[in-house]
Every structure is written in C-alpha cells, then in structure tokens.
C-alpha cells in the first residue's frame, strides 16, 4: 500500500462507475465474438481493465475485496472450463480433440462458447494478478 | 513495402542490440521487448504482404473471399504478442523485486547467486577464509 | 484412442486448473497433485506400449485437416519422453512432500510445477513448429515462476540471470520460426520435412538451422550458452531444481534431436560438424567448470552442462546406433541427474549445508544414503554395470565406428573427469571426518532451522530408492531399454513414415500438386 499515491476524489468516485460500465461491455464483447471481431481475450482485458481501474482508484485491497475471489483461482476455473469445452466432442469416437460442437448455431452457442468463457476467466485472472502484483510489490 | 519493413526492423534491432550493451537491467528488458517487436515484423513480411482486407468471413458466407489478407501470420503475430507480453510482465516483476531487495538494477552489483566462494570455500577453523583474501 | 492422445496434455492441464482454483489450500492441492502425476505416467506407458504397437499415433486438434490444424504425435521416442516425464512428476511430487513443503505449496508450487509438466509434455508430443515454441514458453514461464518461488535475494539474482538469456533464446525461436514459415508457408513438421529437401534456397534454409540450434541450444544449455543454468540452478529450492536439471535442458536437446533428425537430415554435411564440436566443447566445459566447485548444487548443475554433451553425438554423427544412445542417454540421465539433485537436499537436511568443505562424516551416521548416493553418482560416471556405462558405450562406439576418433575420445576423457567429481563429492561429503562446528553462516547455504519429522523423511527416501532401483535395472537387465531406444532411433530416422503418419498418402499427392 505504501507505493501508491493517495488518488484524487474525481478518481475514487469514478473507480466503481468504470468497473461496472467495463464488465458489460465486456461480456458484450466476449459474446459477439462468434462472428465478429471480439472474444474471450478482449474481453477478459476490458474487464481487467475495470479492475484495474478500480485498484487505482480505491486501492489493490479494495480491489482483492471486490473480485471476491483471489485472480489465481479465476485463473484456473478458467483454463479448466477451457480444457472441459474440448471434452464433449470425445462422445463421437472418431472425432479429435476440440472438434466444437454446436448447439444454437445463430446464436453462437456451442462449446466454442465455453472455451471463450474459460479464455476471458484466465486473462482477468492474469492481467488483474500481474497489476496487483506490481503495485503492491 | 517490403523495403520500409526491411528498414524499420533493422531500425529496432540496432535500438535492441544498443539497449542489450547497457548495464541496468530495465533498459534490458526495453531492449527485449524492441527485438519481439522487430521479429513480430518480421513475421509478417515472411508471411508475405499482399493485401490489406482483413480476413473475416461476411455474414452470407461460408469461407474466406478472395483477395483477403492472409490469417496465418497475423495469428502468429497476436499469439508471440501475448507471450512476449507475460514474459517482459514477469521479467518486469523481477526487475522491482530485485530493486526492492537489493537496491540494484545492476546484475554486476548484485553477486548473490554469482558469490562463488560464498558457500563453498567458508573457513573452517585453523584455515584461512579465503573469501577475504579474495576481497 | 483420441482420449489417451491427449491424455498427457489434459491431465497437468487440468491439474493446474484446479490446484489454482484451490489456490490457498495446500491440504486441497497435494493429493489432486500426485494423483495427477501417476495419471500422467499411467496414460504414457500407454502410449508408450500404442506406438511400439502400432507406429505413430496421430491426431489432428479439432478435426482440422493436417498442415492447417495442429498436430499431435506421439512416436516411439515422443512416448519415452512422456514415460520419463511422467516418473520424474511421480517422483517430484512425492519429494515435494518433504522439508519446507508448507511454504512452497503456500507460494503456489502446486499449480506452477503443473504447468511445467504441462508444457513439458506438450513439447515431447506436438507436431506443429509453432505449437512448440508455445509450449516453451509455458514451461519457460512455470520455470521462472518455480525458480523464484521463496523470493530470497540469491533467487531474485539468479532468476534474473535465467530469464534474461531465456528471453533471447525466445526470440531466436520465434525469428526462426517465422523464417522457416516464409521459405515453406506451412508450421506443421511433417509438411515442413517433406518440403525442405525440395527448397530451391537451401542457404537460407541452413541459416533457419543455425537460428534453431541457437534457440534450442539455449534451453539445453549447450556451449557457449550455458551460463545461465549454474547461475540460476543452485538457488532453487530442491525439487524445483531436481525437476529443472531433469526436464527442462532436455526439452532442449529433444527440440534438437527432432528438427535435426526431421528436417535439416538431407544437410547432414554443414549441421554434423557444427554440432559435433559444440558437443565436444560442452562436454569439456561442463566437467572442468564442476572441478573448480565446492557446492553440491553447483557441482551437479555443471555435471548437467556435460552431459547434454554426450546426447548431442548422435545428431552430430546421425548414425541409427550414434542416436539410439542419445535416446538411451537422455533417459539415464533424466534420471540420474534428478536422483543425485534429490540427494542433495537430503544431504543438506542430514549434514545440515550444501558446502562440501562443511559437510563431512555422512558415511558414518549415514551409510544408507551413502550408498543410495554412489549408484547415481558412479552411474552418471559411466561405470559398469549401471545405465550410465551403456549410454557411453553406445555413444562412443558409434562415433569409433563413424571415425569420429576425437569425438569418442574427448567422450571418453569427460567421463574420467566425472567420476572424479563425483569421488570429490564422495570423500569430502560423506568419507573424510565431520570438521569441527563451522562458525559463522553463509549466504544461501544456512543449516535447516528444524528436524525433519519421519513423514518428511520417508516422502525424501522413497523416490530417491526408487530412482536408484531404477537405475540398478536399466544397468543389470538393459536389453528392452536398448531396444526402446533402438526403435525410437529408427523411428526418427524414417522420416517417410513420419510424414505419411501426418499428412497420409492420398492427401500427400494431392497436395504435392497444389504446392505454389
């Protein structure tokens, strides 16, 4: 806590603003990533960027206490989901690894989804880990 | 076009290859991180530059239109963009932590994993320490 | 069969996952951990017994069709890898069970040693150029974060040293890889290996090698770029060294082992000589850097220099007997490197230091670990009849029968100076009289803070017993491992059958045809 600098009022009140206009955005961005520019990497880095945000407003602790859970375990729900959504398409013998499967097409709905998900979790879990890190020390 | 990219990489190799020759380890890493981004270049050019559309398939279509860009070399890129990204983030950590710690960002001022007496050559009684003779 | 195939990626891979998600759990993480190890042995041995069956396993990653997907394939000698993976995980795992084990988990030991496997194992089965640069770099990063796990300033010194040069030797990777990507417009090995012989530019395909030997030449620490493994090696706590000087140079070497033998054969001419004398003068450096030692760590940690040496010859000389022994010779070493790393964490918790000229008398409260000590130690000296002595064997009548008279006889001297090494650490360890209380403490090498309970000392002996058993077999009943290593040898050198096992014979003609 020494390291960082006591931020501004403009700066604590905005923090929760930010965070809860990044998170949507980036689900929205996680979502449209079936077809269009987006997916679990980009949107895993706005939604760490809310985070990040967020510490630098209210401080890393403030920031520990609002993700509820520590990055590292983010991290790993989400290379296991990612690992998992590969799994499904074992049920067809002759099928590889990963093949995905699909079960709302227009939707984009299918286990491509899922690994998506797992992506987005690994990089807040990441990014947010790494930041905390280096402004605490 | 092939020129211009020829001439910045060699740009940001000799800025890396000027940066590697410095003492202190975070112009190091800036060194390191100029080099990814001459070799994420070079990619690229190996890859071939063509055209500029980029590869996404249209909402009616099933594959790729002609004429668009290649994807294979852009993956690569983004995939050697991200790791170059944690590594340099790591070795970033490191750099603080050993400020933290040591003071330094010079690995010459450090000697603790290089001390090469340090636990080894230790006097015993009745021998001389050989660690202060060498110091 | 699809299942098995990726088994030994899953397994770490979701062993990571959940050892994180249990972050702060260490009472979660080690039972989940060593399960997953034997898992991972159980599902190579497999494998292992798959390919000796029925060739080449392959598997294309989400049905993309072969040079467009990634490939996975498991050969006889990408099989024994995993084997040997899988026991060094098994035997780590239990050892990490030992001394200072609350701290280590607590710091994240669990889901970083994981992700090393992971990536370990990736690299043994991928058959995508690309795909490999990948998974070294997640071996490269559990590596780092391993490395530095107690955050004591002799770790943050010499992590700095390792990811610094580690960070050069992946942009070499990646600057080769992207070349050789512009000369063939394909990543997959087999796609490459069946295109390379035909490359009108065959300098620029030679100067693609030379990037590669660097950059793997790096990760297996060969001459002249070794220094960063005795910087960095010693400063790790003990099964993080054990587990680094067992797998990590040797990703290396198998790197070397599969590009050269895969798609820089019909070059033999240029890349055998360069190789040999960078064996040579690794072999030499590596033995007379660990005589000027007085650490065990340090000593075993140049002993690793050495040795990755003698796996070199067979690409030097790309002989089937020259590479069977490098085969044979990475599987001894692997473990017996391992073993002698794990008694010297036992060593220093029953002697109380690293520091030879502080240790002494070991024999005589001792005898047992002595003598677990002097199978590894005399094995990795190449004395009949343990596993070390076949290896050498191998190696150097490939290179007597290949004429390479200075190889075999540089390979022959080392391994008189190895065993002089290993008689250092013998006398001074644990034959000569315990000295008299030293006084005074040193940087990195203070005496443990507290007796191990029998729980910590039965999680060191067991794998260390093991391993030694092991290496007693290989040396007393060789002819399967021999044979292992001659098909794998084989397998490696029908490069034919590798690439048909990828991209199948129909589809190799009509894609000989749409070649641009």
């Known amino acids: 806590m020494n390291g960082v600098m006591k931020s501004s009022l403009i700066l604590r009140t905005m923090a929760p603003l930010v965070l809860w206009l990044a998170l949507p955005v980036s689900i929205i961005v996680l979502i449209q990533g079936h077809n269009n520019p987006g997916g679990g990497f980009v949107g895993g880095l706005v939604a760490a960027a809310g985070v990040i945000f967020y510490a630098l407003g209210r401080g890393p602790e403030a920031a520990r206490v609002i993700m509820r859970v520590p990055p590292a375990t983010l991290c790993g729900a989400g290379i296991l989901l990612a690992a998992l959504s590969g799994l499904p398409a074992l049920l067809d013998p002759s099928a590889a690894f990963l093949t995905h499967l699909w079960w709302m097409t227009d939707y984009g709905l299918g286990t491509a989804l899922i690994f998506d998900i797992g992506v987005y979790l690994t990089v807040v879990g990441t990014a947010t880990a790494i930041f905390l890190a280096l402004i605490r020390g | ?135 | 069969m699809q299942l098995l195939l990726i088994a030994p990626l899953l397994i770490p891979l979701c062993a990571a996952g959940i050892t994180a998600i249990f972050w702060s759990r260490p009472d979660i993480q080690r039972p989940i951990g060593l399960a997953a190890a034997c898992l991972l042995l159980g599902s190579s041995v497999a494998l292992l017994s798959a390919a000796w069956a029925i060739g080449p396993l392959v598997g294309q990653m989400g049905g993309w069709r072969a040079p467009f997907g990634i490939t996975i394939i498991i050969d006889v000698f990408s099989a024994i890898m995993l084997v040997i993976t899988g026991l060094m995980a098994v035997a780590v795992a239990i050892y990490a069970m030992g001394p200072g084990a609350v701290e280590r988990d607590k710091a994240g030991f669990q889901p970083l040693f994981h992700s090393l496997i992971l990536g370990v194992a990736g690299a043994f089965s991928t058959g995508d150029i690309f795909n490999l640069y990948v998974w070294f770099e997640v071996m490269l990063i559990a590596s780092f974060g391993l490395l530095v796990l107690d955050r004591t300033r002799e770790q943050i010194d010499g992590g700095l040293r390792y990811v610094m040069l580690n960070l050069v030797g992946t942009i070499f990777f990646l600057m080769g890889v992207g070349l050789l990507y512009g000369l063939t417009g394909t990543l997959n090995l087999a796609d490459i290996a069946r295109l390379a012989p035909e490359i009108e530019n065959q300098g620029a395909l030679a100067a693609v090698g030379v990037l590669l030997l660097i950059a793997f030449g790096a990760k297996a620490a060969v001459f002249p770029i070794f220094n960063w493994l005795p910087a960095a090696y010693h400063t790790a706590s003990m099964p993080v060294a054990a587990i680094f000087a067992a797998l990590l140079t040797k990703v290396g070497v198998y790197a070397i082992i599969r590009v050269f033998t895969l798609i820089f054969a019909h070059d033999t001419a240029f890349f055998g000589p360069i190789i040999g004398v960078i064996a040579m003068a690794t072999m030499v450096t590596g033995v007379f850097g660990a005589a000027s030692h007085y650490d065990v760590r340090r000593i075993l940690s140049f002993h690793i220099i050495s040795q990755i040496g003698y796996m070199l010859v067979g690409i030097a000389l790309m002989t089937p007997l020259a590479i069977a022994g490098s085969v044979f010779y990475v599987v001894h070493h692997i473990i017996v490197k391992a073993n002698l790393f794990l008694i010297a964490g036992v060593i220093r918790e029953e002697g109380g230091f690293f520091g030879l000229r502080r240790l002494g008398g070991l024999w005589v409260t001792k005898p047992l670990l002595g003598l677990l000590f002097l199978i590894p130690a005399l094995s990795l000296a190449g004395l009949p009849p343990l596993s070390g002595f076949w290896g050498k064997f191998a190696v150097i009548r490939a290179g007597l029968e290949a004429e390479a008279y200075i190889l075999a006889g540089v390979a022959l001297s080392v391994g008189l100076l190895t065993l002089f090494s290993m008689i250092k650490i013998w006398n001074e360890a644990f034959w000569k009289a315990a000295p008299v209380a030293p006084t005074g403490t040193v940087k990195g090498d203070e005496p443990p803070a507290t007796r191990w309970t029998r729980r910590e000392r039965a999680a060191s002996y067991v794998p260390i017993m093991a391993l030694a058993a092991l290496t007693l077999t290989i040396g007393l009943w060789t002819e399967p491992f021999a044979a292992l290593s001659m098909a794998a040898a084989e397998g490696l050198l029908d490069r034919q059958g590798y690439i048909e096992a990828v991209l199948g014979t129909p589809q190799l003609a009509e894609l000989t045809g749409g070649v641009e």
């Open chain 2, 1 to 135: 076009m092939e020129t211009l990219f020829a001439i910045t990489i060699g740009i940001l190799v000799a800025a890396s290859v000027y940066l590697f020759l410095a003492r202190d380890l975070p112009r190091m890493l800036i060194g390191f991180i100029l080099l990814g981004m001459a070799v994420n270049l070079l990619i690229l050019v190996a890859g071939r530059i063509g055209s500029i559309v980029p590869a996404l398939v249209p909402a009616a279509e099933t594959a790729l239109l002609q004429g668009t860009a290649n994807p294979l070399p852009q993956a690569l890129v983004l995939t050697a963009i991200v790791i170059g990204f944690g590594l340099a983030a790591f070795a970033l950590m490191l750099i603080v932590k050993s400020q933290r710690l040591m003071g330094t960002v010079i690995p010459e001022e450090m000697g603790e994993a290089e001390g090469d007496e340090a636990a080894t050559g230790v006097a015993l009684p009745g021998e001389p320490d050989r660690r202060k003779d060498a110091a």
